[in-house]
Nanobody
Framework: QLQLVDSGGGLVQPGGSLRLSCTAS????????VAWFRQAPGKERERVSC????????MYEDSVKGRFTISKDNAKNTAYLQMNDLKPGVTAVYYC????????????????WGQGTQVTVSS
C-alpha cells in the first residue's frame, strides 16, 4: 500500500519554529518530487514549497522564502519542511504530496497525498 504520513504539526507562538516530516511507505521517494501544500479554513489548498527527486532543485512560495526550508532524505524515505519565524494568520493544515513531475501540482494525476498535519500559530 502506497502511503505518505505527515507529522510534526502543533501549536506554536508567532516567531516560533516547527519541522514537519513526511515519510513514505510502499514506494521510494528517490524517484519522486515532494511538495508541501497548506489549506487554511475556507481557502483553497496552495503549494508552499517543492523539492525535486534528487533534492537538487527547490522552489518556495514568495511569502515563505527565507523562512522555510524543504529537504529530502532519500535514505530515510522522508521529506521535511523546516518552518522558522512563523507568522500569525498562517494557521492551516499542511499536506505533503509526492509526484513524478516537478514541481508537484494539484492538477497532476497520480500524486500521493499525506493525511495532513495541523499547524496553529497563536500567542
Amino acid at each position: 500500500q502506497l502511503q505518505l504520513v505527515d507529522s510534526g504539526g502543533g501549536l506554536v507562538q508567532p516567531g516560533g519554529s516547527l519541522r514537519l516530516s513526511c515519510t513514505a511507505s510502499g514506494f521510494t521517494l528517490d524517484y519522486y518530487a515532494v511538495a508541501w501544500f497548506r489549506q487554511a479554513p475556507g481557502k483553497e489548498r496552495e503549494r508552499v514549497s517543492c523539492i525535486n527527486d534528487s533534492g537538487g532543485a527547490t522552489m518556495y512560495e514568495d511569502s515563505v522564502k527565507g523562512r522555510f526550508t524543504i529537504s529530502k532524505d532519500n535514505a530515510k524515505n522522508t521529506a521535511y519542511l523546516q518552518m522558522n519565524d512563523l507568522k500569525p494568520g498562517v494557521t492551516a493544515v499542511y499536506y505533503c504530496a509526492a509526484g513524478e513531475r516537478y514541481p508537484v501540482s494539484i492538477a497532476h494525476h497520480s500524486v500521493h497525498w499525506g493525511q495532513g498535519t495541523q499547524v496553529t500559530v497563536s500567542s
